[in-house]
């Protein structure tokens, strides 16, 4: 059974970073397509960015485009989300989800596939 695990969020002001990570057990990640969801108060949770176990293709929301950056660390299964620059609309309860597959050149990132969640960690960013 694979489980995840979150960590990493907290509070902070608009332009400071976090490195939020994943951590999943019980199953190797290398059979998961792997990705970060967040979910604002009173919204649908809504895809930030994926990577694919195979190829390492990665998709991002426009609206994090150039601030975040999702990577993997395949000795220690667990993925990081890189979250630069921080800005009051980021703030929410962000999921890691997984995917079961093996994906080259895209990666799918429509929360509605993805079969995985580990309990999520709160990021608030407030002066």
């Known amino acids: 059974q694979l489980q995840l695990v979150e960590s990493g969020g907290g509070l902070v002001q608009p332009g400071e970073s976090l490195r939020l990570s994943c951590e999943a057990t019980?199953?190797?990640?290398?059979?998961?397509?792997t990705g970060w969801f967040r979910q604002a108060p009173g919204k649908e949770r809504e895809a930030v960015s994926c990577i694919s176990p195979n190829d390492g293709s990665t998709s991002y929301a426009d609206s994090v485009k150039g601030r975040f950056t999702i990577s993997r660390d395949k000795a220690k299964n667990t993925v990081y989300l890189q979250i630069n620059n921080l800005k009051p609309e980021d703030t929410g309860v962000y999921y890691c989800?997984?995917?079961?597959?093996?994906?080259?050149?895209?990666?799918?990132?429509?929360?509605?596939?993805?079969?995985?969640w580990g309990q999520g960690t709160q990021v608030t960013v407030s002066p």
């Open positions: 019980g199953r190797s990640l290398d059979y998961y397509a």
């Open positions: 989800g997984a995917k079961k597959g093996l994906f080259r050149l895209w990666v799918p990132c429509d929360p509605s596939e993805y079969g995985s």
